[in-house]
């Protein structure tokens, strides 16, 4: 152990030495990474490359190196957007609700299915709520339009019977929201449950023993034990749905977006795609989608620091 403040020369050398022995001594494990750092290599890296288009007047036939420079011509258009706050609203909104109505559901359902004690019930509960999230959206947003069709529609059929009108549900922008929000939550709280069950498992069973001898009852233990537990797991989910705040859910958004409900469907994602592929305009597209990028790394960065000063949970 080398006292702290004493400087021996080429004592740094030898633990860099010692390092790079080390690895030798394991270079058949190292080379399991090898497959994962060509993935992150080809499919992370190097599309990255394709960013300068944000910045260029980008002509097909003169390539991304080869087109003029524009500076931060596209982002400049792309904050004088008539459309911009409008998409900025749409998207935010969407995301908000999801967090305040989606982040909570998987942490409700696994207290509610860690709270069954029948075990075969409890593993029904769980497939039957994971099932979901191994269905396309694809599939959900037909099933959705199928349930919901003003004309063959089982609700609306339902409505009929009772004498009532039919109703436009997927036409209709005052319902949009909420059947977003309906679907992602069936879709993904099973899924989402399975990190906070296995956190569950975790927690010291002595801590709730004593607590009964204590003579702490079913809320008691839930709000002094199980809770405070879980905060960990919590404040980095939390982190993560903070700093995807600007993900608003691409494929959902897509498929549900009809002409009807245009003006509160429209998001950054479905944005970028219409301006880049339908309407031509890469570099425009680009700066779009950068814009995003960016305001997404500044929040995580924001978030972990506000959460670790806080709760002292953080991502690093």
């Known amino acids: 152990m080398v006292p702290k403040g004493v400087v021996i020369p080429g004592f740094e050398q030898l633990k860099k030495n010692k390092k790079l022995t080390k690895i030798w001594q394991f270079r058949h494990i190292y080379l399991f990474l090898l497959p994962a750092i060509i993935w992150f290599l080809v499919f992370a890296y190097y599309p990255m490359y394709g960013i300068l288009i944000a910045f260029k007047d980008f002509k097909f036939n003169l390539g991304i190196l080869g087109s003029p420079w524009a500076g931060f011509k596209y982002f400049e258009q792309f904050l004088n957007d008539s459309s911009f706050y409008d998409v900025l609203r749409n998207t935010l909104s969407i995301s908000a609700l999801k967090l305040i109505f989606g982040f ?3 942490l409700i359902l696994a207290l509610m299915l860690n709270a069954v004690m029948h075990k075969r019930i409890k593993r029904v509960f769980q497939t039957i709520s994971y099932l979901p999230h191994f269905v396309s959206w694809v599939v959900v947003v037909t ?12 609700i609306n059929d339902i409505r009929y019977q009772m004498g009532l009108d039919p109703i436009f549900f997927m036409g209709k922008p005052e319902l949009f929201y909420p059947l977003v929000i309906i679907s992602d939550i069936w879709k993904g709280v099973g899924w989402g449950s399975i990190i906070y069950l296995a956190a569950l498992t975790n927690i010291d069973p002595h801590l709730y023993e004593a607590a009964e001898i204590d003579g702490a009852g079913r809320w008691s233990k839930l709000f ?17 749905s903070l700093s995807g705040i ?9 498929l549900m977006q009809s002409p009807a409900t245009l003006s509160v469907s429209e998001i950054l994602d479905t944005y970028v795609l219409k301006t880049g592929l339908q309407q031509g305009q890469l570099a425009y597209s680009t700066a779009i989608g950068l814009f995003k990028s960016a305001i997404s790394l500044l929040l995580i960065v924001a978030v972990n620091n506000i959460s670790r000063r806080v709760s002292n949970v953080s991502l690093w």
């Open 104 to 106: 909570p559901a998987p």
């Open 143 to 154: 099933l959705l339009q199928k349930i919901l069709s003003p004309n063959v529609g089982l």
């Open 224 to 240: 002094k034990i199980t809770l405070p537990c879980l905060t960990p797991t919590i404040g980095i989910l939390l982190i993560f």
């Open 246 to 254: 600007l993900n608003a859910g691409f494929d959902q958004i897509w």
